[in-house]
């Protein structure tokens, strides 16, 4: 009985997560392996995120194809398969400390909680700073959101064992660099609005940083300044 009024409220409140969601959410999950994904515990908490809480209510018929999607503030909600090998690369622990420039739909940050992280996350974007809070906070995933400039990363908060940002720099901002533990990474998108490549960072010692590169892909700009 109260399962069942339960279920009725969630439906209102639009929060359901039905088989049908499930089972496109594994076709999902099965298409992002075959494109080499390898991490199975990424995948599986991929498969725990109920991407279609996170869309825009006039693509979320789609919310289970392998593509990126507008969101408010002219921005987007990235790829599945991007989202996947981002965090396969940042290579989260649990009970890591992880910041996370660009919020966005939160649908990132939820899968770095899956993967039981704590989560600093920024958004320079107020509508989607709200939005995603609004999104997050009843699905029980609970980051420390913040609404700024993640260029600076969080200074009062650092260091961090990893930070991802989910917007393309032209350079890597130093700030972020200085942020990291040592033996802390991060990983960020590199360029201009024409491709960039996806960089990994590892810092070695306190001065010492190792950078790989890991193919292109295509982001948004990290822009600098908050907008209102
Ligand atoms: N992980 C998000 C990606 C959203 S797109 C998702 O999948 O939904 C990238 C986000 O970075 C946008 O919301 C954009 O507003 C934000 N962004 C860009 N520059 C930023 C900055 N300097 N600080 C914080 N957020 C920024």
Redesign the pocket.
Known sequence: MFKNIHYIWANILGLVDSYRHKGLRNKLIDSIRSKGIKNEEVLEAMGRVPRHL?MDSSFINFSYTDK?FP?A?G????QPYT?AFQTELLDVQRHQKVL??????????ALLLELGARVYT????RQ?FLA?QKTLTPLNYKPIFFY?????GLPAYAPFDRIL???AAPKIPQSLLNQLTVGGLLVIPEGDQFGQKMMRIVRESEDHFQRSEHGYFS?????????N
């Open positions: 996170f990126a969101i503030a921005q987007t909600i990235s989202v996370e420039v660009g919020t966005g739909s939160g649908y990132q940050t920024i958004e320079r974007q989607l995603a700024g400039d993640g260029y600076e940002v989910t917007a982001f948004v700009p990290l822009l600098r300044g908050k907008n």
